[in-house]
């Protein structure tokens, strides 16, 4: 690990946002290698999708993506920045000078190919061991398995919904047409005009009265199982309709759900099914990705699982700030996000991106009275802690 304090002040010192994506798989990347002075970095494996995984974070001290600086070869995986941070990047172009400036660094790259080299021979060997031993022993015919397809991430889990009294009358059966199949369904909408709204939370939620807003985001055909949020079904079957129907009919038999109950297995296969086609179905389909991932964990925290809740709302954040980041947003929506976003980093432990995101909506000239004073309760709530 490199000893950073003397490169702090370095002209080639550039700073970076938290939940930037730095480096996607395979993405062709400039040439140039990081070396980290401040912050975390993330790094991981199907980034952003159905199976995400961190396989390991980077601290101070450490740099990454000389690979492509030394032998222009892409990542397998995806570097996000976790916190703010502080890098320091060396390019083809003045990695000559640098070296003759920190001879230090030149040695200790050196010291991890070395290393490198030494773990990659060492598992060369175990590998070829083992193939060699496999090849001796009698061999049987291997047993042919059908792959499976996962719908639900890693650590989903069979779930209950909480009791509630569910009022039939705040809902109305609305048929839809698949655009894939072409089959007609009903399905519960819920009639805004007549449901009673009992709080928000900080995160935008809605808790109505007899009613739960999430079990009637999602319609799912339950022919194919093309899924899309309820108010945009229209716009989704736009899409590509031979890739939505590999994306979604391929799990009816793993599923065996007639999706006609609003038990918690149907309503998070609506939910995940919906992810599946959304960007598929949409342009910019990352403001609905985000209402689905926001969702799901509310479903999650329904159920009682703060690990899964915890996953699907770093999903939600992602989404959010992509969101933020990629498309222009009227002032009001742009507001609205904010205060989701501040929330979301709130929740993650981001205290200060939170501040940030309140900051932008409580200052929002354009946006709604009752959105800048939740934004300015929230900055109150936030000092105090700090305080106490």
Known sequence: MISVESLKSHALVKDINAYTVMIKTGEATVDKMYVLLEGRVGVFSDYGVRGEQKLYELVSGDFFNEMKLFMNKNREDTVV????????????DNVHQFFAEYPEIT?????????????????AAESEARVAEQEAAPQEKPEVKKPVLKLFPSGHAKYTLPDFTFKKDLVRNETFTCPLCGNKFDFPLI??????????????RKNYDGVVGTHHLVATCPNCLFSSVTDKWDEAAKGNRAQ?????????????LTFTAMDADTIFARLYLALACAPLCFENHEMITARL???ISWLYRDCGDENMEKYATAQALQAYLTSYTNIKLDKKTEQAVCIIVGELCYKMGDINNAKKFFFSA???????????????????????????
């Not at 009639?191 to 935008?204: A, K, N």
């Open 81 to 92: 920045s976790l916190t703010d941070l502080k890098v320091l990047e060396i390019t083809r």
């Open 107 to 123: 040695y200790m790259l050196i010291q991890t190919f070395c290393e490198r080299a030494e773990k990659a021979n060492a598992a």
């Open 191 to 204: 009639r805004t005009v007549v449901v009673r709204t009992l709080s928000t939370d900080y995160d935008l």
């Open 244 to 256: 939505v129907f590999r994306a979604t009919v391929v799990h009816k038999d793993a599923l065996g």
């Open 293 to 295: 991932w926001i969702n």
């Open 362 to 388: 409580k200052t929002n000239r354009e946006g709604a009275a009752v959105m800048t004073n939740l934004a300015e309760d929230r900055l109150i709530d936030i000092r105090e802690g700090e305080r106490s």
